[in-house]
């Protein structure tokens, strides 16, 4: 069963729009931020990390946002490129803005946190003229992330990508991504990511995060099958989700519903679950693979990616998470 089409005659497969942004992510693990030395750098930001996982399963893929005009920005630009990501609407922003920073605390495979430096970060500054209808044309989809409604003018050229996409057809994801630095309220995040919301195809997120878009309006739903059919009173034909290590649920608009379990996994954090299986996941959709099938491949990525100290440095290949699924799923 195909929930929406992917145009086959374009030459992109995927772009996504939002956060460019650096990860620290602590070396001494097990130890609270206070007493945290030394830090890894990688390329980060949830929107980034997804399409570097969807890159490197083999799918042509770009990237629509700023950077800061500094090393940071230019290590980013650099590092997208070289795993063949197309930068060309990767603009250097040159009002003095920085690369946002999320510095990961590592406390034990369970209590992880981030604390994210957010100040005056090139990715906000986003502006509805950066985003080119040809762009959004030629990709068959287009993932946005709900942190880059956070605020003006990234807000408003994310409500233009949203719109340019419906109007030509390309396929929208949306990945609620909801955190809290850089937004005013709770309030303004649900009238927000509802606006995005309503427009998407495929919708991924938390419980929590659908409660958060759920609040302004009221009455909580608190049951998934009631939050997946609001949006499906929309443009939704997919609501995703997510539990952490209790998996996931995929609700589909023609009433079926579909429980991904998990992989056994040596976890070091547990960031980066989220954004390794939405790669893996869209991979699947894109390949035109059951639900099923495609949350299989995503839990398998996530379980990947936990045991590994980064996020973007270890999504894996096709083969690897294949690998995973053959070692722990039996065949009778
Ligand atoms: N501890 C874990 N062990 C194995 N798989 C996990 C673990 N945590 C998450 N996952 C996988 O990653 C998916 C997404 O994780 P989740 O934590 O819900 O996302 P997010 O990081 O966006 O909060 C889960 O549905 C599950 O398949
Ligand atoms: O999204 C960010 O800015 C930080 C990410 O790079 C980070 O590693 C992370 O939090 C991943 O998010 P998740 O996959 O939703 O856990």
Redesign the pocket.
Known sequence: MSYFTFDESRPMDFIAIGRLCIDLNANEIHRPMEETRTFTKYVGGSPANITIAVAKLGKKSGFIGRVSDDQHGRFITNYLQERGIDTSCVITDKSGTVTGLAFTEIKSPTECSILMYRDNVADLKLEPADVSEEYIKNAKAIMISGTALAASPSREAVLKAVDLARKNGTVVFFDIDYRPYTWKSREEVGIYCSLVAEKSDVILG?REEFDLLEEPYGPLQNDDQATADRWFAHHAQIVLV????D??TAFTKDGQSFK?T????N?VK????????AGAFIYGLMNGWDIARCQQF??AS??IV?SSHSCSDAMPSAEEIQAVIDKHTTTV
Request: charged residues 10%; hydrophobic residues 35%; aromatic residues 12%.
């Open positions: 938390g997510k539990r952490g290590g998996g996931s991904g998990t992989f056994p996994a976890v547990t960031f980066g679950a989220g954004d390794s299986f995503g839990a996530a379980s936990v």
